[in-house]
Structure formats: C-alpha cells, structure tokens
C-alpha cells in the first residue's frame, strides 16, 4: 500500500511537468473576418525546459503566434548559478523573428534587490518591453493598442519588498494613467483592440475602471494546488482559494464587455513547493474580429 502511495503521488508531481496549451477566444464586433493568435508566456522564472530552452520554443513555434507576451516574473533571481538570465537569454534567442513580441515585469524581476536591469534583453532581441506606456501594432491588417504596466514591486524600496505588501495606491494611480494614455490612442483610432499586459489578477476591481477590451495577467501559478471543486488552494495577495487563479473572467468595464485571462503560469522549479493537478501552462488566445453588418 506504502509503495502504491508513493508511485501514485510521484506520478502526480512528474505529470504536473509537461506543459498544456489551453486555448481562448475572444470575439470582437459581427460574420467572422479574420483572427489574430496571441501565445502568453507567463511566470517562466528562468526554469529549465528541455535543453536550451528547446522543449517551449517548439510549443510556441506550433501554435503559429502574430505576437507573443511576456506577463511577469519571466527572470527569477532565486533560481542558482546562471540559470536567472541565461535561461531567458535561450527563450528569447529562440523566438526572436517569430513575431512582435512585448513583455511587463512581475515581482521577481525586482527581488534579491534587482531592479529589472537585465529587461534591456528583451529590445535586444526584438521585442517591446513596455513600462507603464502603450504601443500602436497593425497585425493581419487589424489595429491593437499594447499597453504594459510595472509590477507593483516597482513602486517599492527594496527593503519594502521584503514586507511582501504592495503600495496599492501608486500602483492604481499608475494604471488609471496609463488607460488615459490609451484612451487618446482610441479617440484617434476607434477600431483599435486594447489589451493591457498587467502580472497582477487581483486588481481585477481596478482593471475594471479602465476601458481595455482584455487583460492578460499571471502570478497566481493556479493557486499551485488544484482541486476539482475549486480553481486553486493559494495565491499571492489573495491568500487561501484565490478567485483569479487562472482562467478567464468576463466583466463590464469603461467600455463594456471585457474579458481578463489569467494564465496559471509556466514555473514548476520555482518556487519549490510542488505542483499538484496543476500543469504549467502555454496560454493561446485567438481575437476573433468580426465585420459589422452595415
């Protein structure tokens, strides 16, 4: 009986290791047109997965990506030796002419006193790293808006990260100006689809305030232990059975219908507390545009 248990809950950990794709869609506007595929990379924290990184940037490669985001904690500093940067390095040399990509720093980009001074790799390899500021992107003849906000972690001293507690108010301050900025955007190109890039879920009630058409979000690594009856058993800054773990959340914001996805993430290394009936995930989302029947 010992030796089943044991065998029962290897598997357990070892199956939580391979990576799913969960697939969304969000539709905008009325006879489908065209889509656009966006794969969200989240809360990689520098893991191994396979060598050079191969094993992901063939997962990414299939699913035929227009843009690829990074939404947070893509560098962990509590990871050993060179693995921290080097294993980003792999990733983002794998991907490089793919397709645009954009990337917003979680809280691990600022831990062991750093201060996302290694994000400068991502432009050097092609993509937009966004910091609390928006880009204009035509792909597939479609017009986005791609706004990214700093961690809140950002807002912080390092000794005030070791507390673990947020300044919610700059950090909503900062989100608040950031939609303002795109809200010109929008008045100039009312066609434009928003996406905010923002780690942090449990904002959602702040998110709400603004008018982005989605917000893609990570950190809460599913809750790390998942049960059938609930969607997740932790989270950070959400403590016990956290409500946005993962998955997708409709709400009405500035603008209407809105949609936030939130990806249980892509670390199975770091932290060390192992995942249960809680695969690492690869986050693929078709915006499917319709025309108007007009």
């Not at 750093?114 to 993509?127: K, S």
Request: proline residues 4%; hydrophobic residues 35%.
């Amino acid at each position: 009986m010992k030796k089943i248990a044991v065998t029962f809950i290897s598997l357990l950990f070892i199956s939580c290791r391979s990576i799913c794709v969960p697939e969304y869609q969000i539709f905008s506007e009325s006879e489908i047109s065209s889509k656009v595929r966006i794969v969200q990379v989240s809360d990689f924290h520098s893991n191994d997965f396979g060598k050079d990184e191969a094993k992901l940037i063939t997962l990414i490669k299939v699913s035929e990506p227009d843009m690829v985001v990074f939404t947070g904690d893509t560098f962990d500093f509590m990871q050993k030796g060179i693995k921290p940067v080097e294993n980003v390095r792999l990733l983002l040399q794998g991907i490089k002419d793919l397709c645009p990509f954009f990337y917003v720093t979680g809280n691990h980009e600022y831990f062991k006193y750093h201060e996302n001074e290694f994000g400068y790799m991502i432009e050097e390899y092609g993509g937009k790293s966004l910091h609390d500021d928006a880009v204009e992107i035509k792909v597939r003849g479609r017009d986005f808006i791609i706004a990214g906000a700093d961690d809140p972690f950002s807002d912080l001293t390092p000794e005030e990260r070791k507390k673990d507690e947020d300044n919610k108010e700059a950090y909503i301050k900062r989100i608040l100006e950031l939609y303002d900025k795109v809200s010109e955007m929008e008045g100039k190109n009312n066609q434009a689809f928003s996406i905010l890039l923002a780690h942090r879920p449990e904002y959602i009630d702040t998110y709400k305030r603004t008018g982005f058409d989605l917000v893609l979000s990570g950190h809460a690594h599913g809750g790390q232990w998942r049960f059938p009856a609930k969607n997740g058993l932790y989270a950070p800054m959400q403590g016990l059975f956290p409500k946005y773990a993962g998955g997708r959340y409709e709400f009405t914001g500035r603008n209407g219908n809105a949609v936030m996805i939130v990806s249980r993430g892509l670390s199975y290394q770091q932290p060390n507390v192992p995942r249960i009936m809680n695969n690492p995930e690869l986050v693929v989302i078709d915006i499917v545009f319709r025309e108007n029947e007009d």
